[in-house]
């Protein structure tokens, strides 16, 4: 019998990248599932109270019409198991049916800023690590191999505290080769682009007007275009826009990436859409320090899909 390997996707960021991941491990049998959770959190799920994470109804229903679109074999929470190798997305919540298996962690993009829950959290490590959010990224050691960006958050994650031996440096797909978002079908070009973050779906509050209203300045009388980001309540967010930047573009769904290769100047706040900028060269304004965002790109292999699937093959045959 072939070996089976269990993919936990997330957001349609993470959920591609895992994809393009498996293409490369055709010699096994593959299951993916949303991301999910159990317990008291799986209630609070259910009764639509998580909604900001990537566990959240809306995240999950896009999730799963993806893998169904792509004719990709379903297995939510992992249930039918047993499973050789589990490839995850993240590991800030870890799934109680996963512990026991062999786990390679692929980061996602950007990591949140350090906040002074993922302090505490760093400090007592009997707390749940999902209220430090991606900031805690690396933090559970549940894995055999964690595949990260660059030789720059390699040196990242070993300051948080993530042991050395287990970091593989192999770039994250949909960031290790910007130039193909040049080539696309968005209808407009040479604009100013703002991508948008879900701070306040997460609890931690914006002044959303204050974004817009720099939007505008740095426009200066340019078109002006909005990529509002998935979990966003879009109503508000809308009509945010509509009232404080009058004649901008709108768009809650859509390839980010696209968008920003076809526009003049990115602006965002904490979103790894910011990488796509740097590496195309753009004019970027971004909440992260611009230098460590160059310090910390991610490499420009156009192999990292592969990379991560070598070091998934490795884990899995490793006696």
């Known amino acids: 019998m072939r070996k089976r390997i269990f993919f936990i996707c997330g957001s349609m960021n993470q959920t591609t990248q895992m994809h393009q991941i498996s293409k490369h491990l055709s010699d096994y049998e593959h299951s993916f599932s949303p991301y999910y959770c159990h317990g ?3 209630t609070l799920r259910r009764l639509g109270l998580i909604e900001f994470t990537i566990a959240g109804n809306k995240v999950v229903d896009r999730c799963r019409t993806y893998l169904r679109d792509h004719g990709l074999r379903i297995d939510y929470q992992g249930k039918n198991r047993p499973y050789d190798l589990v490839v995850t997305c993240s590991d800030v919540y870890l799934q109680k049916n996963i512990r026991d298996n062999r786990i390679v962690l692929v ?4 990591t949140d800023p350090e906040s002074f829950m993922f302090h505490l959290v760093k400090r007592l490590r009997f707390l749940p690590r999902w209220p430090a959010g991606t900031a805690a990224t690396g933090l559970s050691d549940a894995y ?3 595949c990260v960006a660059s030789e720059g958050y390699r040196d990242f994650f070993i300051r948080k505290g993530v ?3 287990k970091i593989v440096v192999t770039g994250i797909p949909n960031f290790d080769n910007c130039r193909r978002y040049c080539t696309n079908n968005f209808p407009y070009s040479h604009y100013v682009l703002a991508c948008t973050s879900p701070l306040r779906e997460l609890f931690r509050g914006e002044d959303r007007v204050a974004f817009i209203r720099r939007a505008v300045e740095i426009a200066a009388g340019r078109q002006l275009i909005f990529k509002l980001h998935p979990i966003e309540n879009t109503e508000r967010a809308a009509r945010e826009i509509h ?3 009058p004649g901008s573009m709108v768009f809650a769904t859509g390839s980010a ?3 920003i290769a076809n526009c003049d100047i990115l602006i965002t706040r904490f979103s790894s859409t910011a990488f796509v ?3 195309l060269h753009k004019e970027t304004y971004s909440d992260f320090d611009m230098d460590e965002l160059r310090r910390l790109m991610p490499l420009q292999n156009n192999s990292a899909a592969l990379n991560i699937a070598n070091v998934c093959r490795r884990v899995l045959e490793d006696k």
């Not at 980061?107 to 950007?110: K, R, S």
Request: glycine share 10%.
């Open 40 to 42: 008291f959190d799986e």
């Open 107 to 110: 980061q996602e993009g950007i």
């Open 144 to 146: 055999r191999a964690f």
């Open 163 to 165: 042991r050395p031996e």
């Open 243 to 245: 009232a404080h930047a």
């Open 257 to 259: 990436e696209e968008m």
């Open 277 to 279: 900028g740097v590496a």
